[in-house]
């Protein structure tokens, strides 16, 4: 069994930026791959950013351009580095590993953009 934790989020003015982190507790990290989801109020729960266990990488076309997720396979973490942000980026931020049939998530954290 896999286990996530997201830290990082917090409260942010619109233009700001943040980091969060995901920070994995197995040994098969390297054999996820690893993405980061959001879901605001209301809304369903949507994919932001995800990265291939090969490093390749996609983003949602709302924030390409704006957020870069990285990860690091020595240290069980993918990143997800958030830069001017706006209002509607506020939403729960998840971490999900996926590997074959399996997927695990973190318990989510909270960012809210607002002055």
């Known amino acids: 069994q896999e286990q996530l934790v997201e830290s990082g989020g917090g409260l942010v003015q619109p233009g700001g930026s943040l980091g969060l982190s995901c920070a994995a507790s197995g040994s098969f990290f390297s054999l996820y791959d690893m993405g980061w989801y959001r879901q605001a109020p209301r809304e369903q729960r949507e994919l932001v950013a995800a990265?291939?266990?090969?490093?390749?990488?996609n983003y949602a076309d709302s924030v390409k351009g704006r957020f870069t997720v990285s990860r690091d396979n020595a240290k069980k973490t993918v990143d997800l580095r958030m830069n001017s942000l706006k209002a509607e980026d506020t939403a729960v931020y998840y971490c999900?590993?996926?590997?074959?049939?399996?997927?695990?998530w973190g318990q989510g954290t909270q960012v809210t953009v607002s002055s």
């Open positions: 999900k590993a996926h590997w074959g049939w399996r997927d695990y």
């Open positions: 990265i291939r266990r090969d490093g390749s990488t």
